[in-house]
């Protein structure tokens, strides 16, 4: 099933790799600055919440919840 740690690890690498700070993508998605270090501690994140964070990184929600290793948002 989908675990919360591995949520925020995907979140890290890709701001990283984008050179996004999450600091001020966080609030930039009206999202608690504590968020990804909740999910690190555990808390599974509401669907909008992942869909807030994918959007701002530019991958989709099936990157974040580890179910594709491909970080390029496919829009129909």
């Known amino acids: 099933m989908y675990e919360a740690i591995q949520i925020s690890k995907r979140i890290k690498k890709v701001?990283?790799?984008?050179?996004?700070v999450l600091k001020e993508m966080?609030?930039?998605c009206?999202?608690?600055i504590n968020t990804i270090s909740h999910m690190h501690?555990?808390?599974?994140p509401k669907s909008d919440t992942l869909?807030?964070?994918a959007?701002?990184?530019?991958?989709s929600v099936d990157?974040?919840?580890?179910?594709?290793?491909d970080t390029e948002?496919?829009?129909k």
């Open 51 to 53: 869909a807030k964070i």
């Open 55 to 59: 959007d701002y990184l530019g991958c």
């Open 30 to 32: 009206n999202l608690g």
């Open 41 to 44: 501690q555990g808390t599974m």
């Open 63 to 69: 990157y974040l919840l580890g179910r594709t290793d």
């Open 73 to 75: 948002l496919h829009q």
């Open 15 to 20: 701001a990283k790799s984008k050179n996004i």
């Open 26 to 28: 966080l609030p930039a």
